[in-house]
């Protein structure tokens, strides 16, 4: 079991930025996958970035050049800046992990959420 808490959404003014954070409360698995989702009101949640196989990061189109995933891994710490917002960034963000186990099995685990608002 790991739990994923998120920090740092809030209201911000277009052109503005904000920093997520996830506190991931173990590091004794194998993270196959690490990163950040975000659901807008009547729409599916996306993949905004996320580290996978490995230190491989994949971002989502309309975030590239403006959103920066990282991570800390002897903090067990995931970020995600976020420059030059946009009205049509606003929606819950979301922490997530996907985790390899030994028994090759694989397992999703998603934060509680924080809202981010971008006002135009």
């Known amino acids: 079991q790991v739990q994923l808490v998120e920090s740092g959404g809030g209201l911000v003014q277009a052109g503005g930025s904000l920093r997520l954070s996830c506190a991931a409360s173990?590091?004794?698995?194998?993270?196959?996958?690490l990163g950040w989702y975000r659901q807008a009101p009547g729409t599916q949640r996306e993949l905004v970035a996320a580290f996978t196989s490995g230190d491989t990061i994949t971002y989502e189109d309309s975030v590239k050049g403006r959103f920066t995933v990282s991570r800390d891994n002897a903090k067990n710490m995931v970020y995600l800046q976020m420059n030059s917002l946009k009205p049509e960034d606003t929606a819950v963000y979301y922490c997530?992990?996907?985790?390899?186990?030994?028994?090759?099995?694989?397992?999703?685990?998603w934060g509680q959420g924080t809202q981010v608002t971008v006002s135009s």
């Open positions: 997530y992990a996907r985790v390899l186990y030994r028994d090759a099995t694989a397992y999703d685990y």
């Open positions: 173990r590091s004794d698995v194998n993270f196959n996958a």
